[in-house]
């Protein structure tokens, strides 16, 4: 159970103390998208719209825009409730294929973005507050940043329908609260990792406050690797129901990244899970060998067990994992259009998807766990998020991307039987975190600089108890 402690009651120094943990997505979890179509801000919307929640994008992705107003010359259609990122003082561009904003799938013929400010089809996308719309605005609390297509009618289009209330657009979201990397010497960059993205869902769509973050573990996150983890999301841009923005990141978000989440010092903290070592990550060749933060030795910085060992159940092992993801948001045929599997390589299990390719790859873990625990399959991860391009490394890593890695990182978690070891150590330890990999050795049980990783923490006043979760790389031929 994680929480924040509530109403503590105590008596004397000597005396026990009660507590309560109220879990926090109770009180602090908001609505994401948090506003929605109605006339008090958009008086023209047609009812078919009204109730509509209003997009939260980040990345190059799409989503329906609905009709906000619609006048004798022109329509309005609403993208998201933030400003669409571009240069500052330029046009949207239109070179690279990714920072364009595209309506219906494309633009035009030639497969090719628009800039706004104008085009040939008649349409411009606008940056503005919810007073473009509403001419009762006079400013103020209730006021919102918006995102909205502006369609100026064609000769033809004048008394028919030819422009549908609805329009599908991609588009890119900036205007970013936070840049890891803040210098007047660095040119602005549109970020697209998931760190980012969760830095901002919980200080914007959350009742988190910038304080109440521990920023720094964001930032190591985000610097040990996650920057190479680009998403494109689009938060209700398919649909007319809205989620708490928390629930959102522990059911959609969390589960497309190796991730702990946690407490420190009071703060909400994260750290990424890496398996690489290598901060760059050597996506050339399979290597994992990861980073080893202290050394806990038995009658030294540890000072007993706080427990028995435990073996993991077989229930815990995997090893076949299918990921659906989406390698292009142009492509037609639904979010998923993409399957990736990593496997054992045994015949009949090989998936079969009716509608997607998929791409099986035979991973040494996953032979090594089969032929000693059996074929043990694991749910099919929906990854609706993960971008679709290479890692971005120079050269780029062709064939290698975030859904590759999520599915590496899982051939090596989940592929052995884990030993779970609670250990009691002194306050030298308390740089550690769920998250950091360490070396425990204890004459008694044989261990010596095994391998292990710290799963949770408690911190208490003359101690620390640790609970490590053994380490076993399965694609060695040794394992």
């Given at each position: 159970?994680?929480?924040?402690i509530?109403?503590?009651k105590?008596?004397n120094k000597?005396?026990?103390f009660?507590?309560?943990m109220?879990?926090?997505?109770?009180?602090?979890?908001q609505w994401?998208?948090?506003h929605?179509?109605?006339?008090d801000?958009f008086p023209?919307?047609?009812?078919?719209?009204?109730g509509?929640p209003?997009t939260?994008?980040f990345?190059?992705?799409?989503?329906?825009?609905p009709?906000?107003?619609?006048?004798?010359?022109?329509?309005?259609?609403?993208?998201?409730e933030?400003h669409l990122?571009?240069?500052?003082?330029?046009?949207?561009?239109?070179?690279?294929?990714y920072t364009?904003?595209?309506?219906?799938g494309?633009?035009?013929?030639?497969?090719?973005?628009?800039?706004?400010?104008?085009?040939?089809?008649g349409?411009q996308?606008?940056?503005?507050?919810?007073?473009?719309f509403?001419?009762?605005s006079?400013?103020?609390?209730n006021d919102i940043?918006?995102?909205?297509?502006?369609?100026?009618?064609q000769p033809?289009?004048?008394?028919?329908?030819?422009?549908s209330?609805q329009?599908?657009?991609?588009?890119?979201?900036?205007?970013?609260?936070?840049?890891w990397?803040?210098?007047?010497d660095?040119p602005?960059?549109?970020?697209r990792?998931?760190?980012?993205l969760?830095?901002?869902l919980?200080?914007?769509?959350t009742?988190?406050?910038?304080?109440q973050i521990?920023?720094?573990?964001f930032?190591?996150a985000f610097?040990?690797?996650?920057?190479?983890?680009?998403?494109?999301?689009a938060f209700?841009g398919f649909?007319?129901?809205?989620?708490k923005?928390i629930?959102?990141?522990?059911r959609?978000?969390l589960?497309?990244?190796?991730?702990f989440?946690?407490?420190n010092?009071?703060?909400?903290?994260?750290?990424?899970i890496?398996i690489w070592?290598d901060?760059n990550?050597?996506?050339h060749g399979?290597?994992?060998?990861?980073?080893?933060?202290?050394?806990?030795?038995y009658?030294?910085?540890v000072?007993?067990?706080a427990g028995?060992?435990?073996?993991?159940?077989?229930?815990?092992?995997?090893?076949d994992?299918i990921?659906?993801?989406?390698?292009d948001?142009?492509?037609?045929?639904?979010?998923?259009?993409?399957v990736?599997?990593?496997?054992?390589?045994?015949?009949?299990?090989?998936?079969?998807?009716?509608?997607?390719?998929?791409?099986?790859i035979?991973?040494?873990?996953c032979?090594?766990?089969?032929?000693?625990f059996?074929?043990?399959?694991?749910?099919?991860?929906?990854?609706?998020?993960?971008?679709?391009?290479?890692?971005?490394l120079?050269?780029?890593?062709k064939?290698?991307?975030?859904?590759h890695?999520?599915?590496?990182?899982?051939a090596y978690?989940?592929?052995?039987?884990p030993?779970?070891?609670?250990?009691i150590?002194?306050?030298s330890?308390a740089?550690?975190?769920?998250?950091d990999?360490v070396t425990?050795?204890?004459?008694?049980?044989?261990?010596?600089?095994?391998?292990?990783?710290?799963i949770?923490?408690?911190?208490e006043?003359?101690?620390?108890?640790?609970?490590l979760r053994?380490?076993?790389?399965?694609?060695?031929p040794?394992?």
């Open positions: 159970m994680s929480g924040r509530i109403n503590p105590w008596g000597a005396d026990t009660s507590f309560s109220e879990d926090e997505r109770a009180t602090l979890d994401l998208p948090p929605i179509i109605t006339k801000w023209n919307a047609p009812d078919i719209s009204l509509m209003i939260v994008l990345g190059h992705t799409a989503t329906v825009c009709l906000v107003e619609d006048s004798a010359t022109e329509k309005k259609y609403l993208i998201a933030h990122w571009r240069p500052e003082g330029g046009w949207f561009a239109t070179t690279d294929g364009g904003v595209f309506v219906d494309y633009a035009n013929d030639a497969h090719t973005p628009f800039a706004s400010g104008g085009n040939a089809n349409f996308v606008k940056n503005g507050t919810v007073f473009d509403n001419n009762n006079t400013g103020g609390y940043p918006v995102s909205y297509l502006l369609y100026t009618k033809a289009d004048i008394g028919t329908e030819a422009i209330n329009s599908v657009v991609t588009g890119l979201f900036a205007g970013m609260p936070l840049r990397e803040d210098s007047p660095v602005y960059t549109f970020p990792d998931i760190i980012t969760l830095y901002y919980y200080t914007r769509y009742g988190y406050s910038e304080s521990d920023v720094d573990s930032q190591g610097e040990d690797g996650l920057n190479l983890w680009n998403v494109n999301s209700n649909g007319s129901d809205r989620m923005t629930d959102t990141i522990h959609r978000l589960p497309q990244v190796p991730l989440e946690f407490y010092n009071g703060k909400l903290a994260v750290k990424f890496n070592g901060k990550f050597p996506y399979i290597s994992t060998d990861p980073t080893v933060k202290a050394d806990l030795i009658g030294f910085n000072l007993d067990r028995l060992i435990e073996e993991g159940d077989l229930s815990e092992i995997r090893n994992f990921v659906k993801y989406n390698p948001i142009h492509q037609q045929g639904g979010p998923y259009v993409k990736l599997q990593f496997t054992n390589g045994t015949g009949p299990q090989i998936y079969k998807d009716p509608v997607y390719p998929t791409e099986v035979i991973h040494p873990a032979v090594n766990s089969a032929a000693k059996g074929h043990r399959p694991g749910e099919i991860i929906y990854c609706q998020d993960l971008f679709y391009q290479d890692i971005t120079e050269p780029p890593i064939g290698r991307t975030a859904a890695l999520l599915c590496e990182w899982m978690f989940y592929t052995f039987r030993k779970y070891i609670p250990v150590c002194d306050h330890t740089f550690l975190n769920p998250g990999f425990y050795s204890e004459d008694n049980i044989g261990y010596s600089y095994k391998k292990c990783l710290i949770s923490k408690n911190v006043s003359y101690k620390i108890t640790y609970k053994t380490w076993e790389n399965m694609s060695s040794d394992a």
